[in-house]
């Protein structure tokens, strides 16, 4: 996701009017601008008697207009969707987000004040980037000097920690998967991060040439999974439960692979490094700051992905001959009179309880 600056300021204060010159200028640098604007009533949008009203007020889920030059889609979600939303369906298609209003969400921020406008002793969510004032002697912006404006977003852009810009990116999207924020999920992520760089695949989720094991059945998985885009319906992702915070991520382009394990140590280190937070807390800020090198190991490791459990179609499908159940990728078992699920074969995890294994099924 591209990094997102809020333009705030009280209505009129002429938000839109400056925006618009940053835009353009920005764009003249080459930085892809992408606008998201919080309007406040449905008729900003679209208006009453046009086809586009109508079909939207007939109940379909999303209108798209399509017209030489330009595409709009109109959608009614039954919950507004908030920025940090918003900004991911833009994906990394854009440079820089520049959203109008959306006020109270923790992203860094401009305050523009109009003229006779004074700064609200209670400011918003998220950093104060700079103030943008008709008096640039009290203010270094100069609300007139829209130049200026351009050249201290690019300044900020160009300060950015390039790695520092990815952790975030993928914190964000590990935690709106994984539901909540935790060390585990921190750790995952730093893990997974580590590991594609390491088998050099820069953009995880745009390759295809990522197979990805992992080896606990918690929160680090989770965190894997959002950092490679690799699934278990892709058959990119591997669990083979070890119950151990590590993964190994091929380059199946390369051959070349490395297992990536968390040190048992980190938590102690976290604890040394943070004496004044909470155990938990002191994690969480520990994995973000500690280098690579202090929170993991790395091994070169060789590792082979058999004809069975390749991407794609199925290789081969047979039906147990005791069960009947259809069975994938030469997960059976030879028996005398034909091949067995390993389930039937004596591994089931589950076991049929009462006499009569055909199910009651709630039909
Ligand atoms: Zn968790
Ligand atoms: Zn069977």
């Known amino acids: ?34 606008v998201l604007k919080h309007a406040h009533h449905r008729v900003d949008l679209d208006r009453r008697g046009k086809d586009s009203f109508r079909y939207a007020d007939a109940g379909a889920l999303s209108v ?86 351009a050249r201290y977003i690019m300044d900020w852009l160009a300060a950015r920690d390039p790695a520092q810009d990815a952790l975030d990116r993928a914190m964000r999207e590990a935690e709106a998967f994984h539901g909540h924020i935790c060390p585990g999920q921190v750790l995952g992520v730093r893990l997974a991060l580590l590991g594609c760089r390491a088998v050099g695949i820069e953009q995880p ?8 094991w992992v080896e606990v059945d918690r929160c680090g998985a989770d965190a894997v999974q959002t950092v490679t885009g690799c699934r278990p319906g892709k058959r990119t992702l591997k669990l083979v439960d070890y119950g151990k915070l590590a993964a190994t991520f091929l380059n199946t382009e390369t051959g070349y692979a490395v297992r990536v394990v968390a040190r048992a140590d980190s938590r102690e280190r976290a604890a ?8 938990r807390e002191a994690q969480m800020a520990a994995y973000r700051s500690l280098p690579d090198e202090a929170l993991f190991t790395v091994q070169e ?30 997960r059976q078992v030879a028996g005398d009179d034909g091949p067995m699920c390993r389930a039937c074969a004596g591994g089931a995890y ?14």
């Not at 008096?135 to 100069?142: F, K, M, S």
């Not at 040394?272 to 155990?279: E, G, Q, S, T, V």
């Not at 490791?301 to 001959?321: L, N, Q, T």
Request: aromatic content about 4%; hydrophobic content about 40%.
């Open 1 to 34: 996701m591209a990094p997102i600056i809020r333009m705030l300021g009280r209505s009129g204060s002429g938000k839109t009017t400056l925006l618009t010159e940053v835009v353009r200028l920005l764009l003249a640098r080459g930085v892809r601008v992408a």
């Open 64 to 149: 798209t207009v399509v017209a030489p030059g330009k595409v709009a889609t109109f959608e009614a979600p039954a919950r507004e969707p908030g920025l940090l939303e918003l900004a991911a369906r833009l994906g990394d298609n854009v440079d820089l987000i520049l959203a109008e209003g959306f006020q109270g969400v923790a992203t860094p921020y401009l305050l523009l004040l109009g003229p006779g406008d004074a700064r609200s002793p209670r400011e918003d969510a998220g950093e104060l980037l700079g103030v943008i004032s008709t008096d640039g002697e009290a203010t270094p912006l100069e609300r007139d000097n829209p130049a200026e404006v």
């Open 205 to 212: 989720k745009r390759s295809k040439q990522l197979i990805a």
């Open 272 to 279: 040394a490094l943070y004496p004044h937070l909470d155990r």
């Open 301 to 330: 490791v060789s590792v082979e992905v058999g004809a069975y459990d390749r991407p794609g179609k199925p290789v081969e499908r047979v039906v147990c001959v005791v069960c009947g159940e259809e069975v994938n990728d030469h």
């Open 350 to 363: 589950y076991r049929p309880v009462g006499e009569d294994d055909r199910v009651r099924a709630p039909w």
